[in-house]
């Protein structure tokens, strides 16, 4: 097995991470922009780099890495969808919806933005979230064609380390 085989299997996950930190600053700074927030740049950016990176390597995880290596996942289909999924939810909505209450509460606080009377945020919310979403959508894209082929590379290595461990190289190891 080549040793760029292993090293997408280990790292790979944090390269889906890593795209859905940046997603997140991005989704961050549509929002900033569209609600003409200019202040507490870092107290919201931080946490848009950090939490979708965590998230979203911990998901991976957690639904195709774990599964192949305990055995419980022998479809390759199965973790093709799989990995898009995460790479469509924890990479590209995730780090959009975690954005949108942050800045409106950033807007909110130091009165950058009119606020919607209290029946109407839901509207607001979604209209808001329109241009955010029309921008986002190459990345959302992205991140889910990533996660695909991450997936079928995981389920292609962890196949060949499966032959390998429990095929001819197994009779030979008893002799």
């Given at each position: 097995m080549s040793a760029p085989c292993l090293k997408l299997f280990t790292y790979g996950p944090l390269y889906l991470g890593g795209n859905a930190g940046l997603a997140g600053l991005i989704s961050n700074s549509l929002y900033r922009r569209a609600l003409n927030v200019r202040e507490?740049?870092?107290?919201?950016?931080?946490?848009m780099a950090v939490l979708p990176f965590l998230?979203?390597?911990?998901?991976?995880?957690?639904?195709?890495?774990?599964?192949?290596?305990?055995?419980?996942?022998?479809?390759?289909m199965c973790a093709i969808i799989r990995g898009a999924l995460v790479g469509v939810i924890g990479g590209g909505v995730y780090?959009?919806?975690?954005?949108?209450?942050?800045?409106i509460g950033l807007a909110s606080r130091y009165y950058?933005?009119?606020?919607?009377?209290?029946?109407?945020?839901?509207?607001?919310?979604?209209?808001?979230?329109?241009?955010?979403?029309?921008?986002?959508?190459?990345?959302?894209?992205?991140?889910?064609?990533?996660g695909t082929y991450l997936g079928?590379?995981?389920?292609?290595?962890?196949?060949?380390?499966?032959?390998?461990?429990?095929?001819?190289?197994r009779e030979e190891l008893k002799d």
């Open positions: 507490a740049r870092i107290a919201s950016n931080l946490p998230t979203t390597c911990a998901l991976y995880s957690a639904a195709v890495s774990n599964p192949l290596l305990s055995g419980d996942l022998d479809c390759p780090p959009i919806l975690l954005a949108l209450p942050m800045n950058t933005a009119p606020m919607p009377e209290k029946g109407n945020m839901l509207r607001y919310c979604v209209e808001i979230s329109k241009p955010v979403l029309r921008r986002m959508r190459a990345v959302i894209i992205l991140q889910g064609f990533f079928s590379r995981h389920f292609e290595t962890y196949t060949k380390l499966a032959r390998i461990s429990f095929g001819s190289g």
